[in-house]
């Protein structure tokens, strides 16, 4: 099941929902080649296009947070942290098992459905805050 850009994920700021786009577009990549038998051959490529672009994604909005002074940043690098230690390992999973069954399955259900969650729980507040900043 692909996931779906809607409303209820923009934050507002253009620049962060442009990339949250981007990373949700992997995920979907993923999903659609394994539906077609095809996920083995692309997992390597949506792993190691997820560790690439989120670290610059995460360092993209953290640098927001630093300029507009969220409170919250700590703890949000910390989510941003733990989600990069988490690609990390699947890449040296992948590395030391090779493309999994199980691995596609942590990157389509695990990495998309955090996404989502952070999305809506933290990226919606840091966004919020950096309007209010504005305004």
């Known amino acids: 099941?692909?996931?779906?850009?809607s409303k209820d994920l923009e934050t507002g700021n253009s620049?962060?929902?442009t990339q949250?786009?981007?990373?949700?577009?992997a995920v979907n990549e993923l999903l659609a080649a394994c539906s077609a038998g095809q996920g083995r051959e692309v997992l390597d490529n949506t792993l190691n296009f997820l560790e690439s672009y989120t670290?610059?994604?995460?360092?993209?909005?953290?640098?927001?947070q630093m300029q507009y002074k969220y409170p919250d940043y700590n703890n949000h690098k910390s989510l941003h942290d733990n989600f990069k230690k988490f690609v990390n390992e699947?890449?040296?999973q992948v590395k030391k098992d090779g493309p999994t069954a199980?691995?596609?399955?942590?990157?389509t259900l695990g990495v998309g459905d955090w996404l989502i969650?952070?999305?809506k729980k933290e990226d919606i507040k840091v966004a919020a805050h950096i309007k209010s900043k504005r305004n």
């Open 102 to 107: 199980t691995i596609i399955n942590k990157v």
């Open 15 to 17: 620049f962060i929902d």
């Open 1 to 5: 099941m692909a996931y779906t850009w």
């Open 117 to 119: 969650n952070h999305i």
């Open 90 to 92: 699947l890449v040296s």
């Open 20 to 25: 949250h786009q981007q990373l949700i577009k």
């Open 55 to 64: 670290a610059k994604h995460f360092g993209d909005e953290e640098r927001l």
